[in-house]
């Protein structure tokens, strides 16, 4: 794949240092819609795509996302028939040796009972999710997304530019900077650390004075005091500390 599929986002979502959006949070949201508008669209059709959705299925989050999205109902309902066709499949012989459990009686086969239920829960985690389509596709592309940004800041100094501007929410920063770890040594990695604390140790100040203003709002001797910040400091430290939804 082209290159500039990766680094195009990547500069796009650096590009306006306005944006008080964390940056990779900015992508995964794009990534996320572009996904749930693909499994979505006509594609699912296709014989390889239906095969992989029937197998691997949807995490809780992306299931309720596919059906908020509203659109193209038919193909969801299509494909949740076939993938329920496959789990039943699937799980086959498990549901008939618990079924031929309900009527056991003895201590031996009460042992039995434990076992088949054991045996049934661990086959019906297979729709927990952890094999989810589109979290294993976002996983994916946020790897070339990190990749380019590594790469882009060892070499660009315009990049670094634009990347001192916007700060990353705590569990973005925290990803880049294991992925940084790996790939980094030396002057580079010395430069994005002190980038990346100096931008947490502000970003944490800042956050911890608006909501200590909110906080002062609630007090009615404090009525006259301007907002300023404070007034969506609380949804914004909750974005701070888990990334955008
Ligand atoms: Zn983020
Ligand atoms: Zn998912």
Request: charged content about 25%; overall charge negative; hydrophobic content about 40%.
């Amino acid at each position: 794949m082209p290159e500039t599929i990766y680094s195009i986002p990547v500069n796009d979502a650096w590009s306006d240092p306005s944006s008080e959006l964390c940056p990779l949070c900015q992508l995964s949201e794009e990534l996320e819609k572009s996904q749930l508008d693909f499994y979505l669209s006509p594609a699912q059709m296709d014989v390889a795509i239906r095969k992989r959705c029937n197998q691997n299925g949807f995490c809780p989050v992306h299931l309720h996302a596919l059906y908020g999205a509203e659109n193209n109902r038919l193909t969801l309902a299509l494909m949740l028939s076939t993938r329920l066709a496959q789990l039943r499949e699937n799980w086959n012989g498990a549901l008939d040796a618990a079924a031929k459990s309900e009527s056991a009686i003895s201590m031996f086969k009460r042992r039995e009972s434990k076992k088949e239920a054991l045996a049934l829960a661990d086959q019906l985690a297979d729709c927990s999710g952890t094999n989810c389509l589109i979290c294993s596709a976002m996983e994916d592309w946020m790897g070339h997304y990190l990749n380019v940004i590594i790469r882009q800041y060892e070499s660009s100094p315009e990049f670094v530019e634009h990347f001192r501007k916007r700060s990353l929410c705590l569990p973005h920063c925290e990803k880049l900077l294991r992925y940084a770890s790996q790939k980094f040594s030396g002057k580079v990695l010395a430069d994005l650390n002190a980038v990346l604390a100096g931008q947490i140790k502000s970003r944490l100040g800042e956050l911890e004075a608006d909501l200590q203003r909110f906080t002062a709002k609630f007090d009615y001797r404090n009525e006259a005091m301007p907002w300023e910040n404070a007034k969506d400091a609380v949804p914004r430290s909750i974005r701070y500390l888990k990334g955008e939804d």
